[in-house]
């Protein structure tokens, strides 16, 4: 039987941009580019079989690290913890290897199957994926007329499980929060950026092409993320330090500069009552939403302290939130915000902790690895990361490299940028995107030390 594997890797990595296509089982969310991704794991196991390529040092790594998820969920999975919410710790623990083992097969397939087709089917993918940003950006920019239409409200809300912007203006892109929205727009940002500074249009024209820029970088500064603006940032001064470094310094060359530099500050001077608003709240400790943030970020560090070789199993976060809480309390010096009432406003920790909505977690998931893996699985994700950096940073700047590998060499570059710092910015098992780019990057590295023979 012919199947097209690729065709298929390339709908979930489709999909993993829509954000919250969700489905309900037992009251848990499941998203369907996992059952997507079971569909394509079952016909590859039925026709011939997983296979698991561990000649590369990082899937090592990540086989090493899958194993520590593994021992400490089993471990965890019979702690003596009550239910928190109706959820079980051993119905969390097995989510959370479920959500885990997918991820880390798709990436054994990703470097399984990548080949000089493959990324070109790649490309094309991400146009699609651009593309449909582009139509939802503008019926949603229209929000206000084309929620009068019924079919158009319909449309647009088929991409929304929970209270989206259809009804909040534009906010949340497909209906997912807002700092998730910033990582698939700057992922999408970083491909037609590397694309556009190496002469190579994606759309005919490079006109379109700036076009487009513009949009996409239109929408990181509408959706008021703060961890979007950071990154935003971190990444422009990666592009601009690493083209400084590695392009011939021609008339050319300043005048993109130039032009790019101006089309930025523009953007920053157009919305910088929304920028200094949000920015400010990162080191507003009476502020009540970075208050839980911190809250929690301390509960992940004193968790891993208290557990630090193999945690307290993943996505069990929550089972012991409460009782961190109460012990951080009690350190006289460390004086945390947990005040349940301040000027009459509700402090989110009562939301997470008491109420029947919000679910607690990490801080980010770096902090969550440690908390619930341990100080080990840590260190060996963290060595994973910086490993991937450097060398995806080395291919990028190779100048061996034809055009269309240096995009793709440059582009993958700059979305791990992006995902390594929304590792920082907030923890989600679930968020495959993250873990795609991982594969994307361990998968081109060894695409071009076959091809180029270096």
Known sequence: MNIKINSIIYLIIFFS??????????????????????????????NRGIR???????????????LLVIISSIINVFADVPDFKGHSISTSSLKAIIYIALNFLMINLIIYYGDERFFEGLSKTLKY???????????ESYHDYFQKNDIINYFLNIFHISSGSINKGFINLLGHEHSNSSIFVLIL?????????????VFGSSLTDLFIIIILTLSIFLMESKLGYLIFGILNFFIFIQKSINTKKNLRYFLSLFFFLLLLYFFYQFFDYKIQRAMNLIVNYNHNSFNIR??????????????????????????????????????????????????????????????????????????????????????????????????????????????????????????????????????QWYFIIQWIIIGLNICFCAYVRTKYKT
């Open 189 to 201: 940002y970083s491909f037609m950026v590397a694309n556009i500074l190496n002469q190579k249009k």
């Open 52 to 66: 698991i390529d561990s000649s590369s040092f990082e899937i090592k790594l990540l086989l090493t690290f899958f």
């Open 129 to 139: 994926v651009i593309i449909f940003y582009l139509i939802y950006f503008a019926l």
């Open 294 to 427: 911190a809250n929690f970020a301390l509960s992940s560090i004193y968790i891993m302290l208290q557990n630090p070789f193999l945690g307290i199993g993943v996505n069990n976060f929550k089972f012991y939130l409460k009782d961190t809480i109460t012990s951080l309390e009690s350190i006289e010096w460390l004086n945390i915000k947990t005040t349940r009432n301040i000027d009459g406003q509700e402090l989110e920790l009562h939301t997470y902790l008491d109420n029947a909505t919000a679910m607690p977690d990490p801080a980010n998931l770096l902090l969550g690895i440690g908390a619930e893996m341990g100080v080990i699985a840590l260190i060996i994700f963290l060595i994973l990361l910086f490993k991937l950096f450097f060398k995806s940073y080395s291919y990028s700047k190779n100048k061996q490299l034809n055009k269309s590998d240096t995009v793709l060499a440059q582009f993958l570059f700059y979305s791990l940028i992006v995902i390594i710092c929304s590792f920082a910015g907030f923890y």
């Open 17 to 46: 941009f829509l954000g919250h296509f969700g489905i309900k089982i037992l009251g848990q969310n499941i998203y369907y580019y996992y059952i997507i991704e079971i569909f394509l794991l079952s016909i590859i196991l039925f």
